[in-house]
């Protein structure tokens, strides 16, 4: 949808009432107190009930194990750049709905950015991106950002295909909703395979008697229409079959005796509407049609079945291309039929010009790129790509943050290659747009529902920083009604801390909000009552519901791209190898200066708490030593911190049951020199681990370590040590924002010793923010090539101030 500021919005919304009272001054009664109240409870649905949503841009459509996915996100509150939202949350799933990563970004102005690292060893396959805010979660999670992504296995070529599909669903849609007897409707229909894949089929629509009353034809992505009049009595049914010649019946849905049909003819600059009815009483003469977009309505008119005004016509040169929903309503507030139709206006998006400044493909040159931007935009977010063109295939017509704003944020149900509806504006195209329209629902709201005062019920707030919350409890588990909750937090990573004081409410509730810091903190905290001492006082914390890794089923099907040229996708896989190779390279020459070799002759603190802790087989041994006793780790568990410590150690997936592997092996896990699982280990605090050893295969301590192993120590008296500051305090670990790694883009006009190695980045270039010159309206960035790419592909993409969407795409 045509992003407009609410100021246009508004004039636009004069302008549909303006056309109302010409409407009514032809002869159609004037709006009465029943019309107003299903006005005014849009109106105060919109006022409570923001809509808020997010959109990713990544910097490739695919990626191998050893890559990062980096992603610029954007945030609208009422389509406009949601300015008061600080918190995203982003997941990376597998195709069971497991998580695999999840991270908290801090959002800024309308944008965030971060990255999900993939480790070498992660399995091959469909795995799919969850992003949204606390505030979209109140909703239809329908409505939350969804992106299918692919990972390859570079070595191997492995990426989790589907399974070839056996069966096939057919689903069919009255326009205006329901079948009416003696009523002639459109009917949409949509044709899946079991992986929601869209199919071709074929058939007839046939009666009880067995009679062809109906063609069916796909026309575009499994959808299609045909023409039906239901007869009194009557049932119907589609014989159908499919291109692989598998043949199934499905039953229509049944027509109803009486009601109302919206029957919708889109002509550009003006949208015809006809009511078909039948079987309603003289009561039910007056109708009420409106026309919403943007939860904003822009045209009404009352309807007088018995004068015969059953047909008009909407003038939609001055709205907003996007979705308009048109709802036909009896007297009593009760919607007869509902059709959504798309307004395609000569598409008002942001105008870029992107133009060399210097190009250059050599080797290791530099280029630098100019990005004209429109005077208009004086704010805003713009995202840059730069890729290899040869060996990193697109997905012309995957979502994009056009089609993404324009369609697909706004409808219910996943819609297949969604840009390629922009492509041009033939009939075709118009049309197979119609069939998106009339097939998939919009259900942000029900009419219904909002009309008997019953809104959604809000689980979540609206956050704007980080927040802790929880309930104060007497020794006797009574709320504490009087008292207060004292906390200390200290941040490790930058040393930061802050004293402060949360008073509790007359049910024992208290809350810290709006906080902002990244990576974890340590939260000291005591209970208080008025005057009782604070041992009196239990405190407990909410569960925050980004600490639920429980499996979600998601509502799209995970479906893999389309298939890429073997040619494109083996060079690509075998350059991710060798970058993956290089990124050994560099990460094990950090590992080896800080590594620990416990055979070393000269004693270290390590060895000195292991003499204390490691007996028998466990002491000694060839592998890496990690002593906690000085240390105060921010890592909530003993899997998070060994991330990236150990080379060739992949730890991946949940960290509260993590998987393991060391050289193709999966090592085992001891707690206190004594075999547990994963789950058990998870679960002891940082704070309580003294000592933890990875050894290398083959351990010979005990079962299960012929794989390597990882011993872990819990700390005993004498090694505890609590900060001073904090004496006499309980403890907590909250996760803050996650960190996000810089974008590595080489400055070859500068010597370095890493630029000795080879250079295999297939992404060139990735700004998730880039800096405007508003003097000259100008965004310039430079990058250098890697030692192979002969063509570029920079993908822009962008959001004003006011909400305006633009995209670029061009090949150098």
Do not use: C
């Not at 995202?383 to 997905?395: E, G, K, L, R």
């Not at 802790?468 to 588990?477: D, E, L, M, N």
């Not at 049951?657 to 085992?668: A, K, T």
């Not at 505890?720 to 590595?744: Q, T, V």
Request: aromatic share 10%.
């Amino acid at each position: 949808m045509q992003r407009t500021s609410l100021r246009r919005l508004r004039t636009v919304l004069i302008s549909g009432l303006v056309a109302t009272g010409i409407w009514g001054a032809l002869g159609f009664s004037n709006p009465d107190d029943w019309t107003e109240r299903i006005i005014r409870a849009l109106e105060k649905f919109t006022g409570n009930y923001p809509q808020e949503k997010v959109y990713l841009h990544f910097d490739k459509d695919y990626y191998a194990a050893g890559e990062n996915m980096w992603y610029s996100a954007y945030l609208t509150l009422n389509d406009q750049p949601a300015i008061g939202a600080r918190n995203l949350y982003t997941e990376l799933r597998d195709e069971k709905g497991a998580i695999v990563q999840k991270q908290l970004v801090l959002a800024f102005e309308g944008g965030a950015s971060g990255q999900f690292t993939l480790p070498e060893n992660m399995k091959p396959g469909l795995y799919q991106i969850r992003a949204y805010t606390a505030w979209m979660l109140n909703f239809d999670s329908t409505f939350l950002f969804y992106k299918n992504i692919q990972v390859f296995d570079p070595k191997t070529g492995k990426a989790g295909e589907k399974p070839a599909a056996k069966d096939f669903s057919v689903q069919f849609f009255p326009e205006g909703g329901d079948l009416i007897n003696e009523v002639s409707s459109l009917v949409a229909f949509k044709a899946i395979d079991q992986n929601g894949y869209p199919i071709k089929v074929v058939g007839a629509v046939r009666d009880s008697k067995d009679n062809q009353v109906g063609v069916i034809e796909t026309q575009h992505d499994g959808m299609g229409s045909f023409e039906l009049k239901p007869t009194p009595g009557e049932t119907y049914k589609a014989v159908i079959q499919s291109a692989t010649g598998q043949q199934k019946s499905f039953s229509l849905p049944t027509a109803k005796a009486s009601g109302a049909v919206l029957k919708i003819y889109n002509r550009g600059a003006r949208v015809f509407y006809l009511t078909g009815f039948s079987g309603l009483d003289t009561s039910q003469n007056e109708l009420l049609l409106i026309a919403q977009t943007q939860h904003q309505v822009v045209y009404r008119a009352v309807l007088n079945i018995s004068e015969g005004k059953v047909s008009g016509l909407i003038p939609v040169g001055n709205l907003p291309a996007g979705i308009m929903q048109l709802t036909l309503f009896d007297n009593k507030g009760r919607p007869l039929s509902e059709r959504l139709v798309y307004v395609r206006q000569k598409l008002d998006l942001l105008d870029f010009m992107l133009d060399p400044n210097e190009l250059n493909k050599g080797a290791r040159e530099r280029t630098e790129l100019v990005l004209q931007v429109p005077d208009s935009m004086n704010g805003g977010r713009i995202s840059v790509s730069v890729t290899d063109a040869d060996q990193v295939a697109q997905d012309k017509d995957a979502n994009n943050i056009v089609s993404n704003t324009l369609l697909t944020s706004d409808l219910h149900g996943y819609i297949h290659n969604p840009y390629w509806y922009f492509r041009n504006d033939s009939a075709q195209t118009l049309q197979a747009l119609d069939l998106v329209m009339m097939t998939n629902g919009w259900r942000r709201f029900s009419w219904e529902q909002i009309l008997q005062d019953k809104f959604p019920k809000l689980t979540y707030p609206y956050e704007q920083g980080i927040s802790i919350t929880g309930t104060a409890f007497t020794s006797g588990h009574q709320p504490v009604t009087n008292g207060n909750v004292t906390f200390m937090i200290k941040i490790p990573i930058d040393s930061s801390q802050a004293i402060t004081m949360a008073p509790v409410d007359p049910k024992g509730k208290f809350a810290l909000n709006n906080m902002f810091f990244n990576d974890t903190a340590n939260v000291y905290f005591q209970g208080n009552m008025t005057n009782k001492k604070f041992k009196d006082v239990d405190v407990q914390f909410d569960k925050h519901f980004f600490d639920n890794y429980a499996t979600v089923k998601t509502p799209m099907p995970l479906l893999p791209p389309p298939p890429m040229d073997n040619r494109i996708l083996k060079n690509y896989l075998a350059t991710v190898v060798e970058g993956n190779g290089v990124n050994r390279m560099i990460n094990n020459r950090v590992i080896d200066l800080k590594g620990v070799d416990i055979n070393a002759k000269r004693p270290t603190a390590a060895q000195t708490t292991e003499s204390r802790y490691a007996t028998g087989m466990f002491s000694g041994g060839n592998g890496y030593t990690f002593d906690l006793t000085d240390e105060n780790p921010t890592s909530f568990n003993v899997f998070q911190y060994l991330q990236s410590r150990v080379p060739g150690l992949q730890i991946t997936g949940d960290m509260n049951q993590p998987n393991l592997s060391w050289r193709g092996g999966s090592p085992g896990v001891f707690l206190d020199q004594m075999p547990v699982d994963v789950s058990t280990v998870a679960n002891i605090p940082m704070a309580d681990v003294a000592m933890i050893k990875v050894f290398r295969p083959p351990f010979m301590g005990g079962f299960g370590g012929g794989d390597g192993a990882i011993a872990i120590w819990t700390r005993r008296g004498g090694d505890s040590r609590p900060d001073p500051n904090a004496k006499g305090l309980d403890m907590m670990k909250k996760a803050g924002y996650k960190i996000i790694k810089e974008f590595y883009s080489p400055d070859y006009a500068v010597q370095k010793p890493q630029h000795s190695l080879p250079d295999k980045r297939l992404t060139l270039y990735w700004n998730p923010s880039l800096r405007i010159d508003t003097t000259n309206h100008t965004a310039r960035f430079t990058f250098y090539n890697n030692d192979f790419t002969k063509n570029y592909r920079v993908v822009v993409e962008a959001m004003d101030q006011t909400g305006k969407v633009g995209r670029v795409e061009k090949y150098f």
